[in-house]
DNA sequence: ACCGCCGGGTGCC
DNA sequence: ACCGCCGGGTGCC
């Protein structure tokens, strides 16, 4: 995986695309080489996280060779350095290019000779800038080196070799513009403290509604009608769809087109992406505002043709707006495609037709030239119409020329919606409910064994539907998915694919579409690091590129550059429309939602209860005060994780301790005692719900395994991790070292064992299943009618809840993780209904189904235990407490009094404020603040 | 490239 | 002439 650092043996193949590219002289693979080559060496540069890297000083080389390429170069502008190890000549080549991949030249042999080994070892980023250019055969260039502190020496050693000294001084960690002579002007700026940063940061994604656009109403086909902002975030998403604005830092300059912060000029426009984000809170209704767009916004504001499912004769046309004449009286056939008619645009309605449809449109236009005169002006548009090559009438060479080039453009006719598999449902239901119900837009789901992998088919559709996962399984083995020309791609929850290393991410950026849009409540979650992958899917010139992106934008923020800050800024805020909650429209607040009460219930233990806490407590505390005092809390962190669990789950309920309670302090003398607590291991964490996410595949872990050091991965994931690495695997997360040998998965028996297990054991109650029924039965006595989650980690918990539920009479039902998508969305129906007999509480377990999970029928939301992420609580609250709801909603959190779990609200709160977003802080104080939140929760 | 370098032509002044 | 000097050819890696 290409954030491990390699120190050896680095071959890439995009090195040899490049050879090729160079000898063939094709310009285009030579450009597609260079981002494949840009991408992955900044990707393999940017191992170490940016707070690692220093400065190494400057060096002015020479670019030599311009008079054989093409590529342009003007003052100030960036250039990227690639390695060219096949070069016939010097296998020390390194060559220079331009923003969009056009080659500029070669850096001087001798410097060369001195890069190739930096480079090719990995010992520093170079970057470099041409302040000047002199004649026509060679420039100056600026080389900045970049690495992490400890390669210092080797590097300034490597290259004293060579003859070269750094200058060590005023590096520049934004662009070149304004460094424009050898000289550079240092601007003196303080840089950003990590706690400003930090704010700007938090607040990246604030006030981003300001005054954009007015409002749009949605086509006639959308039944749903808008709420004012949803009829802004419409208007909004058609204007970036139909505009042709520049991106951000491009200014038109004569005949040529000039990035201000790259300094990078080109001939051709550069495209604004047609599309953004839509960041609004959850709940704001960006499956419906999205589902306007795609009826509304077809093509230049003209409304998605949709075929009619009526057998009535009357034809009303879906909007009148869109067409020449208002109601034409037409007798049809029942099965009518209407198209935005308009005479300036009738090649685009020609190409988006099959040739069934096709006949369709003949029909119509025969019909409607017949009965009105308007359209009899359109010969040639009828021609084509009926496939008629020849014209009444001398083509129009305005649109005769226009539609050469926008041909593959206009064939595009189909959305495709990508989202995680818990929101699958919501899609098909909201397309369902929000269109009207005598059209039907063509939405096809693009899941599950028997799915159409026609391409033909696919394109024809006015919506595909389909999961990352599915997605991302298809692009590994010709997928129809990427052959087809797409007019919108949409990637819901488009935070999900944060890591571009992903295989889904890869599938996502590989997707051709002239419209893309991403869909996220949350669009970062944890650092400007997630940023990139938003803008490479939005292809924001010339952010998509790696190299740019880090040189611009990241790697100054996160060294505190204001100027970086600002530019970051500027982007989001061109391609963001954000909304929260609290966010108004004229003064006025978005949604009213109903009030949220959140209250703490305190439990206590019996007597009982209290003994076997406090054993648990000391043993536990015993062990952990020892790996505080030998400092080794981080290599037995499983160990701690497990204890802490132990004492989580003594709050809970007696009989989700696991019963095989070999003694975890002691020191294993066999294999398979050794193998057996990492067993053990592995249930807690997983059943800790505190990470149950991959961080290779970013996916729930499918085949857990846990590595010694107590991170859980696929094992296919991190199978390929120590694969990719040979010599030395480590640990993505913590950098321990690994080997699959280590690596230990739960026996599936003994899931199943366990399971048995504890169903056979005589049911008995805890203090907490009784503050729980306490208030299930008090709300029954005041409301039938009222609906209930009861959330936990635990899903062993939710099992032992059933007992009392059952037997107190209440019908309930049960959301986890183990739910197929069929039975989860059957579930999610039966307690969202409003019959009397429906389901009046669900045992949901805190990681089941993702955000976008809608359970508005509930109005009351029992957390049985504190998280270690608050943010999973939240979600889960806001998964009742969201549009649609009617009730005041009331939360009740039990919390066990004097116990782990009070010290973890405590840590919960911590973190919100401190470490969870803090980046740029050293991973030495993320390691001693975890440290001292052990310490806490233990009471140390 | 209004350079440097190479190598062939040339050779008192 | 095993040199110096001249001037044309030439020029990334």
């Known amino acids: 995986m290409s954030w491990i650092r390699r120190r050896s043996g680095w071959t890439s193949p995009a090195e040899v695309d490049l050879f090729i590219a160079r000898f063939e002289s094709s310009a285009e693979s030579l450009s597609q080489a260079l981002r494949a080559a840009a991408a992955s060496s900044a990707a393999a540069a940017a191992a170490e996280t940016d707070a690692d890297t220093v400065p190494f000083g400057q060096l002015q080389g020479t670019v030599v060779g311009l008079r054989y390429y093409t590529g342009v170069v003007n003052p100030g502008e960036m250039v990227a350095l690639v390695r060219q190890p096949q070069n016939p000549y010097d296998r020390n080549a390194v060559m220079v290019a331009n923003m969009d991949g056009s080659q500029v030249g070669h850096i001087k042999k001798e410097l060369a000779a ?447 550059d204001r100027a970086g800050l600002l530019n970051l800024q500027t982007l989001v805020r061109c391609i963001t429309l954000r909304r929260t909650k609290s966010s108004t429209v004229n003064g006025r607040p978005l949604v009213a939602l109903p009030k949220k009460t959140v209250c703490v219930e305190q439990v206590e233990l019996t007597p009982q209860e209290r003994a076997e806490y406090e054993l648990a407590r000391l043993e536990g505390q015993s062990t952990v005060s020892r790996y505080v005092a030998e400092g080794s809390v981080m290599s037995n962190y499983a160990d701690v994780l497990a204890i802490l669990m132990r004492l989580r789950q003594h709050c809970c309920h007696p009989d989700l301790l696991a019963k095989i309670t070999s003694d975890l302090t002691g020191v294993a003398t066999t294999p398979a005692e050794l193998r057996q607590r990492l067993v053990e291991k592995l249930r807690a964490v997983l059943a800790s719900g505190s990470d149950e996410e991959c961080s290779v595949c970013l996916e729930s872990v499918r085949l857990p395994v846990i590595t010694h050091c107590a991170h859980v991965y696929c094992r296919p994931c991190i199978a390929q991790v120590v694969a990719s690495e040979r010599e030395m695997a480590r640990c993505p997360l913590c950098r321990s070292d690994l080997t699959i040998s280590q690596l230990v998965e739960v026996p599936p028996e003994e899931l199943e064992g366990e399971e048995d297990g504890a169903r056979c054991e005589r049911w008995r109650t805890s203090s907490k299943v009784e503050a729980l029924l306490g208030n299930l039965l008090r709300l029954r006595s005041e409301d039938h009618s009222i609906k209930c989650l009861v959330v936990s980690q635990f899903t062993r918990f939710l099992s032992i809840l059933e007992t009392p539920l059952r037997e107190q009479g209440f019908s309930f039902v049960r959301l986890d993780g183990t739910l197929s998508q069929k039975r989860r969305a059957q579930v999610i129906q039966d307690f969202q209904s409003s019959a009397p007999d429906s389901p009046v509480i669900m045992l949901l377990s805190l990681k089941a189904g993702g955000v976008g999970l809608n359970l508005t029928a509930a109005s009351h939301v029992f957390l049985m235990e504190p998280a270690w992420n608050p943010a999973a609580e939240e979600q889960c609250i806001d998964r009742c407490h969201r549009l649609g709801q009617t009730r005041k909603v009331f939360v009740t959190k039990f919390i066990v009094k004097d116990s782990v779990e009070e010290n973890m609200v405590k840590i919960q709160r911590r973190k919100q404020d401190l470490v969870e977003k803090a980046f740029g802080s050293k991973n030495t104080d993320r390691k001693t603040s975890r440290i001292d939140d052990i310490r806490a929760l233990m009471e140390l």
């Open 114 to 560: 001195a890069m190739a080994f930096i480079m090719d070892n990995n010992l520093a980023k170079v970057e470099g800038v041409v302040p000047y250019r002199n004649n026509a055969f060679t420039m100056p260039v600026s080389l900045s080196f970049w690495g992490a502190e400890e390669d210092k020496p080797a590097f300034t050693q490597r290259m004293a070799q060579h003859g070269f000294k750094m200058n060590s001084g005023g590096m520049s960690t934004s662009n070149g513009a304004q460094g424009g002579r050898p000289p550079a002007k240092k601007p003196v700026t303080i840089p950003l403290s990590a706690e400003e940063l930090k704010n700007a940061f938090d607040n990246l994604f604030d006030g981003l509604m300001e005054s954009k656009e007015g409002e749009k109403e949605a086509a006639e086909l959308v039944s749903t009608p808008l709420l004012p902002h949803q009829k802004q975030a419409l208007s909004w998403m058609c204007a970036c769809e139909n505009g042709s604005t520049l991106p951000p830092f491009w200014e038109q300059r004569g005949a040529l087109y000039y990035n201000t912060l790259t300094c990078f000029s080109a001939k051709d426009r550069p495209q604004r992406v047609r599309g953004g984000i839509l960041a609004d809170d959850m709940g704001l209704g960006k499956t419906l505002t999205t589902i306007a767009l795609i009826l509304t916004n077809f093509h230049q504001g003209k409304p998605l043709p949709v075929q009619r499912c009526t057998g009535e004769s009357s034809v009303s046309y879906l909007s009148a707006r869109s067409l020449p004449c208002e109601k034409p009286n037409l007798k049809t056939k029942n099965i009518l495609w209407v198209m935005p008619i308009k005479q300036n645009k009738k090649c685009l309605t020609i190409r988006t037709c099959t040739s069934a449809q096709r006949e369709h449109y003949t029909h119509l236009c025969v019909c409607v030239c017949q009965e009105t005169t308007v359209l009899l002006e359109d010969l040639d548009f009828a021609a084509a119409l009926s496939g008629s090559t020849s014209s009444t009438k001398p083509k129009n060479k305005r649109s005769a020329k226009k539609a050469v080039p926008e041909d593959e453009e206009l064939s595009a006719r189909a959305t495709l919606i990508i989202c995680p598999l818990s929101v699958l449902s919501n899609w098909l239901d909201q397309f369902e409910q929000h269109v009207r119900a005598d059209v039907q837009p063509n939405v096809y789901l693009y899941y599950g064994p028997e799915r159409n992998r026609s391409t033909s088919f696919l394109a024809s559709q006015d919506v595909v539907l389909t999961t990352y996962n599915v997605l991302a399984a298809d692009h590994a083995n010709k997928s129809p998915l990427h052959a087809v020309s797409w007019l919108r791609v949409v990637l819901d929850e488009g935070h999900v694919i944060r890591n571009p290393n992903t295989q889904m991410a890869k599938a996502v950026l590989h997707l051709k579409a002239q419209r893309r849009w991403i869909l996220s409540g949350t669009p970062i979650q944890n650092s400007v690091k997630d940023m990139w992958m938003l803008l490479a899917f939005l292809q924001l010139k010339p952010f998509d590129i790696k190299e740019w992106w880090n040189r611009v934008i990241q790697r100054p923020v996160t060294q505190g």
